[in-house]
């Protein structure tokens, strides 16, 4: 009996020590956070898209990083094949069987990919209409909009975001409130200021420096550290001047055009003066079909002049698709 019982004694001390050794290598919720934060802050500047949403998405679709798709193929958003998808693919069981799921160099790779999905794809365009703090209409609209099939896939993220303060992230200087645990009474006074903010009856650009807002039928974005809107049909620099105190000769400054200089619906308008730099984490990025410097000067929200001198530009050139260029 005892030498069929030694057999099987080394057989569950082998289990349990199986099972600690995942235990140990398993990561947490927190641990997830910690390390992709600033990822996700960067892309809120970037896109608009809310830091919290992204890091609960990424919790929620990736088990935090320890699921079988996260760790093969470094997708941290279950995001599909489609048929636009020219890089690499995974397989794996989902809705169906033997699903295509894209595969990624790298979590950051996958990261960048989400942002760049939901920024292209037009089923999300009405989520960009919501401010980038307002976390439960994100959640909603990204359900709505049929990124997931789960019918409490919004109760779920923002069970998520409020169990772990994620909408820390997506105030100004988000990851650094995060990281310090801010008390109960330092986050209600400072949602109070906003408020404040939201209430007055005309902004200067001096001292507008929220993460999102509204003004006069505007919604007010921030990406780099720097104020924006988005023109409507029929805006000009002259008109959205007087709306924020600013001449047109000093937002057209602002925006890196000619004083007259037309504008279109959907183009970004800043008002205030761009940044020399980036001030995210990424250092570089591949111009793709026609960006030019003005657009991605835009874009970034890096002064045009700044960035074709980071770039070694001579004047009048325009950088050409497939570029690498520096952002800081």
Known sequence: MKNIRIPILYTLLAILNIVQI??????????????????????????????SITMAQGILESDAGNSRLSKESNNHFGIKCKKSWTGAKV?????????????????????????????????YDSLFAYPSNDYRSWARGLKAAGYATAPDYAER??????????????REDGAAIYSSGKTA????????????????ERISYDIF?????AHRGYNVYRT????????KEGDTYRTIGKLFDISERTLCKFNDVDKGAALKEGDMVFIERKQNCWLGNAMLHIVRKDETLHSLAQSYGIRARKLARLNS???GEEFVCGQTIKLR
Do not use: W
């Open 185 to 200: 009474q330092e986050n209600a006074e400072y949602f109070a200021s906003q408020s404040s903010a939201r209430q007055e």
């Open 209 to 213: 420096r929220v993460t999102v807002n």
């Open 91 to 123: 397989y794996h069981d989902d809705d169906a069987k033997g699903e295509c799921f894209r595969a990624y160099p790298s979590v950051e790779a996958s990261y960048n990919d989400h942002a760049e999905f939901l920024d292209s794809s037009p089923r």
């Open 313 to 315: 530009l001579p004047r």
């Open 224 to 231: 780099n550290h720097t104020c924006y809107i988005i023109a």
């Open 22 to 51: 995942y235990a140990n290598t398993r990561q947490t919720r927190e641990e997830y956070i910690e390390r992709y934060k600033a990822i996700a802050v960067a892309h809120m500047e970037r896109y608009g898209i809310p830091a």
């Open 157 to 170: 993220l923002v069970a998520i975001i409020e169990r772990y303060k994620l909408h820390l992230l997506d």
